[in-house]
């Protein structure tokens, strides 16, 4: 039986943890309208309030997210802006303030990597967690109530799936939304899946949807009886490994790295941007969390790398090696804007900004040759003041301070002012 774990929802006895668990254990964390809720967090004035996080009804722009106030009136992500102010007059508009999202992403995070270092994050807003039941002995259900109940403490919500896969559990964190904890016990995948539509399957999108449709499957059960010469003929090479995953098998481990070879993240727009500005401001956010993971790290970074994906999948990638290692946000910026610009393609629809960093030293005050004397005598205050945020975020938390870094890219967010 699938197991539902959520204040909503009654625990029934197979619920318990009571109830051991064998073999691999995966979670997948996904937040719940996780750029809307931040903006309620930040205006308490809007809780309970449809909130549309997007482009301006006005300028043909599209909805990144809402709350799910908004939702319940129709609008949902990439819809026109034109068309979610119809169905909701009434709704809050508001601009991504990405720099926002990603010290609310770090706070996240910071609760997951106390649980287990084997965490994979897979979007600002979502992460696989390798909680197989180790020396600790302590059961993958117990885990999630308590990274629920943590996120809940900051201020924002997320739903978890636990499962013995990757790809269950992604399905399963979407399952019982928002706040729902859907376990998925081992040996019990294949049934849990079999009346889902196809649909919710990673890497089935409309196009494969609708040539299966086609051909009379609409269900995961129906994929999973599929067999692999039929899959190959219908879905191409792959159709073989979706079949697998719709019966529930997926071998694929949960991606960690121990001794970094490099430090990124990466933002998906959540529709195709267009707007430099708005790209921007998410490259921004990525450089902050960036330089405060190296900071963390305690290492210091020469070349920097920013990577675009358009929507025809072409994915330029440009980098630069600096003279000096840093992990100062402030010296990072202004090198990946100038690569951004280096690689943009105007007017063509953007889908994915990354940046990383790699070339790694080990932390230290370094002189710059080329530098003036002034701008060494000040590098090593300013990474007092960034090392000083870090640690007055991590005792008061991600919103304890924010940096004008992140705020400089925002031009129309609320009151005065984007994972």
Same mark, same amino acid.
């Given at each position: 039986?699938?197991?539902?774990?959520?204040?909503?929802?009654?625990?029934?006895?197979?619920?318990?943890?009571?109830?051991?668990?064998?073999?691999?254990?995966?979670?997948?964390?996904?937040?719940?309208?996780?750029?809307?809720?931040?903006?309620?967090? #930040?205006?308490?004035?809007?809780?309970?309030?449809?909130?549309?996080?997007?482009?301006?009804?006005?300028?043909?722009?599209?909805?990144?997210?809402?709350?799910?106030?908004?939702?319940?009136?129709?609008?949902?992500?990439?819809?026109?802006?034109?068309?979610?102010?119809?169905?909701?007059?009434?709704?809050?508009?508001?601009?991504?303030?990405?720099?926002?999202?990603?010290?609310?992403?770090?706070?996240?995070?910071?609760? =997951?990597?106390?649980?287990?270092?084997?965490?994979?994050?897979?979007?600002?807003?979502?992460?696989?967690? *390798?909680?197989?039941?180790?020396?600790?002995?302590?059961?993958?259900?117990?885990?999630?109530?308590?990274?629920?109940?943590?996120?809940?403490?900051?201020?924002?919500?997320?739903?978890?799936?636990?499962?013995?896969?990757?790809?269950?559990?992604?399905?399963?964190?979407?399952?019982?939304?928002?706040?729902?904890?859907?376990?998925?016990?081992?040996?019990?995948?294949?049934?849990?899946?079999?009346?889902?539509?196809?649909?919710?399957?990673?890497?089935?999108?409309?196009?494969?949807?609708?040539?299966?449709?086609?051909?009379?499957?609409?269900?995961?059960?129906?994929?999973?009886?599929?067999?692999?010469?039929?899959?190959?003929?219908?879905?191409?090479?792959?159709?073989?490994?979706?079949?697998?995953?719709?019966?529930?098998?997926?071998?694929?481990?949960?991606?960690?790295?121990? *001794?970094?070879?490099?430090?990124?993240?990466?933002?998906?727009?959540?529709?195709?941007?267009?707007?430099?500005?708005?790209?921007?401001?998410?490259?921004? +956010?990525?450089?902050?969390?960036?330089?405060?993971?190296?900071?963390?790290? +305690? =290492?210091?970074?020469?070349? =920097?790398?920013?990577?675009?994906?358009?929507?025809?999948?072409?994915?330029?990638?440009?980098?630069?090696?600096?003279?000096?290692?840093?992990?100062?946000?402030?010296?990072?910026?202004?090198?990946?804007?100038?690569?951004?610009?280096?690689?943009?393609?105007?007017?063509?629809? =953007?889908?994915?900004?990354?940046?990383?960093?790699?070339?790694?030293?080990?932390?230290?005050?370094?002189?710059?040759?080329?530098?003036?004397?002034?701008?060494?005598?000040?590098?090593?205050?300013?990474?007092?003041?960034?090392?000083?945020? *870090?640690?007055?975020?991590?005792?008061?938390?991600?919103?304890?301070?924010?940096? +004008?870094? *992140?705020?400089?890219?925002?031009?129309?967010?609320? #009151?005065?002012?984007?994972?």
């Amino acid at each position: 039986m699938v197991g539902v774990v959520s204040r909503h929802y009654t625990v029934s006895m197979t619920h318990t943890p009571d109830r051991p668990w064998t073999g691999r254990a995966v979670l997948h964390m996904d937040m719940d309208a996780f750029f809307a809720s931040v903006e309620q967090l #930040d205006h308490p004035e809007w809780r309970g309030k449809p909130v549309i996080v997007g482009g301006d009804p006005s300028r043909r722009g599209v909805v990144s997210t809402c709350s799910y106030e908004a939702r319940a009136f129709g609008v949902h992500s990439a819809m026109p802006s034109a068309q979610a102010a119809r169905l909701c007059p009434d709704a809050i508009w508001v601009s991504s303030n990405f720099g926002r999202y990603g010290e609310m992403s770090r706070a996240v995070r910071n609760i =997951l990597s106390r649980v287990t270092p084997d965490v994979e994050p897979t979007s600002i807003d979502e992460a696989y967690l *390798d909680v197989t039941p180790g020396t600790s002995g302590e059961h993958p259900v117990v885990i999630a109530e308590r990274i629920q109940e943590q996120v809940d403490a900051l201020g924002v919500s997320c739903s978890i799936g636990v499962a013995s896969c990757k790809t269950v559990a992604k399905i399963a964190s979407d399952h019982k939304k928002p706040h729902g904890i859907t376990v998925v016990w081992p040996g019990e995948e294949a049934a849990f899946l079999a009346p889902l539509l196809v649909g919710v399957l990673p890497g089935v999108g409309k196009s494969t949807g609708d040539r299966l449709a086609r051909i009379g499957i609409r269900r995961l059960g129906e994929l999973a009886a599929m067999d692999d010469a039929t899959a190959r003929e219908v879905l191409g090479r792959f159709g073989p490994d979706l079949t697998a995953r719709a019966r529930g098998i997926d071998p694929r481990r949960v991606q960690y790295e121990r *001794d970094p070879k490099s430090v990124s993240n990466e933002h998906t727009f959540s529709v195709d941007v267009r707007e430099r500005e708005e790209v921007e401001r998410a490259l921004s +956010g990525l450089v902050t969390h960036v330089a405060a993971r190296l900071r963390k790290a +305690g =290492l210091s970074a020469r070349t =920097l790398t920013v990577k675009l994906r358009y929507a025809d999948f072409s994915t330029p990638t440009v980098q630069r090696t600096i003279d000096v290692a840093t992990d100062l946000e402030d010296e990072m910026l202004p090198v990946a804007l100038t690569l951004l610009r280096s690689a943009w393609s105007p007017g063509a629809g =953007l889908r994915l900004i990354g940046f990383g960093t790699s070339g790694f030293e080990e932390a230290a005050v370094q002189l710059d040759l080329f530098a003036s004397s002034a701008q060494d005598d000040a590098r090593p205050q300013r990474k007092a003041l960034a090392e000083g945020l *870090d640690a007055v975020k991590k005792r008061f938390g991600e919103d304890a301070i924010r940096r +004008g870094v *992140d705020r400089s890219h925002d031009k129309n967010g609320p #009151d005065t002012q984007p994972l």
